[in-house]
């Protein structure tokens, strides 16, 4: 190997890893606003570490409201995603959505939290509104999962469930209206899992 090719390539693995080390320690930042300006950025916070490789997004159907979309965000090497799906009715009865996971509420909405950690909320739908009356009349469920939460984190109430139960009731209200829901109001704060069943 020359001289020369060797400089270059020790010049160019020193480059790459002092790239690496900048983006490991840079701070990430975050917008208000993710998934295409729909759901607020801040309960993503807790989700996501301070510092390293910088927000990225890939938003599926976030633009207008379809019948499911799917939004995943990247951050410091951590992952949280948020989905929408229209669901088969607006009238589920409690006991058969919970009955695939752990019980979860969001005031008077119901759902559950899978074995794999996801957070589950299906919500009713009423509207005045003439133009998406039909659609709407199934309801939306909105899931929310993280790379910081799995299987082992289903044993009792931990933080990073609890910030996950934030981040799926925050997406819940904020696909709501968007999603075309005039009613019922959600409730405010995090989904409530029910660690005695």
């Known amino acids: 190997m020359g001289t020369g090719l060797a400089l270059l390539l020790l010049g160019a693995g020193t480059w790459w890893a002092a790239d690496r080390k900048l983006s490991n320690d840079e701070a990430v930042e975050l917008p ?44 410091g090497g951590e992952s949280a995603s948020i989905t929408y799906t229209e669901a088969p009715s607006n009238d589920l009865p409690r006991k058969w959505i919970q009955k695939h996971g752990r019980p979860a509420t969001l005031g008077d909405q119901y759902g559950y939290v899978s074995e794999a950690g996801e957070v589950f909320i299906y919500l009713q739908c009423t ?28 044993k009792g109430s931990n933080e990073q469930l609890r910030n996950l139960a934030e981040f799926v009731a925050q997406a819940a209200r904020d696909l709501h209206g968007w999603y075309g829901c005039d009613g019922p109001t959600l409730a405010d704060g995090p989904v409530t899992i029910d660690w005695s069943k």
Not at 35 to 63: M, Y
């Open 32 to 75: 208000k606003k993710v998934c295409n300006g729909r759901i607020s950025a801040k309960s993503l916070t807790p989700l996501v570490p301070t510092k390293g490789k910088k927000l990225s997004e890939s938003a599926f159907k976030f633009d207008e409201p379809q019948d499911h979309g799917y939004c995943l965000l990247e951050a």
């Open 127 to 154: 509207t005045k509104s003439q133009a998406v009356e039909e659609r709407l009349k199934s309801g939306v469920v909105i899931s929310a999962s993280a790379s910081t939460v799995d299987g082992d984190d289903l």
